[in-house]
């Protein structure tokens, strides 16, 4: 089970353990547009349109968090190690909308584990991966929140072959496991119940 960048791991996971794995759940699918199929977005349907849109607008004005992780991570490690102010600041703005107490507990684990700057090392490493070019072969179940960023399904069918279970749901967001965590439950039980 995943969620933000466990959603890739997880499904990672069964691209390099495909025996060893029964499914992965995940509540993002985000694959990136084929550069083999230029008319790709001509399968687009009114809501996806909406859903790359979204996407674009978050990538390019508020995702500068990501920039400074991939671009100058280490820089930023030792910022983030050297306040607790300033790395509860940090985490602040990239995770509005997160309950106060998570949010709390999240930053004091990083701070009294040291690990700050070790857990933004993954937006450095991600570019340098190959990118996969066949699908995954486990069963793949999404569970869509609406207040997170949407997943295009089209897209998604590409990079999965095996998709069993979809669901978009019309509450939660990219913390769905605080803030809808009856939905996100459901969702993973009867997928794991389906594939086991």
């Not at 500068?64 to 306040?83: C, E, F, I, K, R």
């Not at 996969?132 to 569970?143: E, F, H, R």
């Amino acid at each position: 089970m995943g969620n933000d960048w466990g959603s890739f791991i997880s499904a990672e996971l069964g691209r390099v353990e495909p025996t060893r794995l029964v499914g992965a759940h995940v509540t993002q699918v985000w694959p990136t547009p084929p550069a083999d199929e230029p008319d790709w977005a001509d399968h687009l349907t009114g809501r996806d349109v909406e859903v790359l849109a979204d996407f674009q607008y978050t990538l390019g004005k508020r995702a500068s968090y990501g920039l400074v992780h991939g671009q100058q991570p280490q820089t930023l490690a030792h910022a983030l190690s050297d306040s607790p102010v300033g790395l509860l600041g940090w985490n602040a703005q990239v995770m509005g909308g997160l309950d106060p107490e998570i949010l709390l507990t999240h930053v004091t684990i990083h701070w009294l584990t040291g690990t700050a700057g070790s857990s933004i090392r993954i937006y450095a490493e991600h570019p340098r991966e190959p990118v996969p070019t066949t699908p995954t072969t486990v069963p793949l179940g999404a569970a869509l929140f609406p207040g997170d960023l949407g997943s295009i399904r089209h897209l998604a069918e590409r990079a999965h072959s095996r998709i069993v279970s979809w669901n978009e749901y019309d509450r939660g967001g990219h913390y769905a496991t605080h803030d809808a965590p009856d939905l996100w439950l459901a969702d993973l039980r009867t997928f794991f119940s389906t594939v086991a």
